[in-house]
T-cell receptor, first 115, second 114 residues
Framework: DGGITQSPKYLFRKEGQNVTLSCEQN?????MYWYRQDPGQGLRLIYY???????QKGDIAEGYSVSREKKESFPLTVTSAQKNPTAFYLC??????????????FGSGTRLTVV | GENVEQHPSTLSVQEGDSAVIKCTYS??????FPWYKQELGKRPQLIID?????GEKKDQRIAVTLNKTAKHFSLHITETQPEDSAVYFC?????????????FGQGTELSVKP
C-alpha cells in the first residue's frame, strides 16, 4: 500500500452510530491528512496533523474527530453528527520540510456507506 | 484561504491527440503545484509536480506549465493513450503557512477513445 494502510476498505454505518477509520503509515512522515471525496467535488480536507499530539480542522471538519497519539497513526471517527457521511475517505501523509519530494502519499481509501 | 479552480470537468480526446487541463489558484503565496491521476476506485497517484521557481517541467509525454503572474498552471499530455483515461486533479500548497496542506481542484475526467 505504498507505506500507508487504510482499513477497512469498505465500511457500513447505521444511523446514529460512530465509526472509526484507520490510517497507519510507516514512512516516518510528520504530517498526515484526511480527505473526503464525493463525485464531482474533488478532494475536500477534513482534518490534518503536522506533528504528534497536534491537529487542525480542515474545510469540512463538522461531524468528524481525529487523534494523533502516535506518529504512525491518524484515525478518523465519523460521528452521528455527520448527517451525510457516505463517501470515499482518503488518508495521506507527507514530509513537509524543505527539500525533496513533498507530494502526498495516499492510502488506498475507505468507502463508507450509510445503511 | 486558497481556492483552486480546474477546467474542464470532462475531456474526451482521440488516441494520439493532446489533452490540456487548466487550473487557477487564488493565493499568491502558493509555491508547490502537484498533479494527481486517479483511476476508478483507486488512490490518487502523483504524476508530476512543479515548484514556483520553475516555469515548465516535462516527464516523457507529460508536461506542466506555471504562470505565477496569472496564477494558473496547466497539465499537457501528448500522444494520449487509452491507459491515460482517468480523473486528474491539480492542487496547490502554501508551503509556509496552513500546515503544508494541499487544496485540490474539482477534477477532470479524461477519456481517451481508441
Amino acid at each position: 500500500d505504498g507505506g500507508i494502510t487504510q482499513s477497512p476498505k469498505y465500511l457500513f454505518r447505521k444511523e446514529g452510530q460512530n465509526v472509526t477509520l484507520s490510517c497507519e503509515q510507516n514512512l516516518n512522515h510528520d504530517a498526515m491528512y484526511w480527505y473526503r471525496q464525493d463525485p464531482g467535488q474533488g478532494l475536500r480536507l477534513i482534518y490534518y496533523s503536522q506533528i504528534v499530539n497536534d491537529f487542525q480542522k480542515g474545510d469540512i471538519a463538522e461531524g468528524y474527530s481525529v487523534s494523533r497519539e502516535k506518529k504512525e497513526s491518524f484515525p478518523l471517527t465519523v460521528t452521528s453528527a455527520q448527517k451525510n457521511p457516505t463517501a470515499f475517505y482518503l488518508c495521506a501523509s507527507t514530509e513537509p520540510l524543505q527539500g525533496g519530494n513533498y507530494g502526498y502519499t495516499f492510502g488506498s481509501g475507505t468507502r463508507l456507506t450509510v445503511v | 484561504g486558497e481556492n483552486v479552480e480546474q477546467h474542464p470537468s470532462t475531456l474526451s480526446v482521440q488516441e494520439g491527440d493532446s489533452a490540456v487541463i487548466k487550473c487557477t489558484y487564488s493565493d499568491s503565496a502558493s509555491n508547490y503545484f502537484p498533479w494527481y491521476k486517479q483511476e476508478l476506485g483507486k488512490r490518487p497517484q502523483l504524476i508530476i509536480d512543479i515548484r514556483s521557481n520553475v516555469g515548465e517541467k516535462k516527464d516523457q509525454r507529460i508536461a506542466v506549465t506555471l504562470n505565477k503572474t496569472a496564477k494558473h498552471f496547466s497539465l499537457h499530455i501528448t500522444e494520449t493513450q487509452p491507459e491515460d483515461s482517468a480523473v486528474y486533479f491539480c492542487a496547490a500548497r502554501d508551503h509556509y503557512n496552513q500546515g503544508g496542506k494541499l487544496i485540490f481542484g474539482q477534477g477532470t475526467e479524461l477519456s481517451v477513445k481508441p
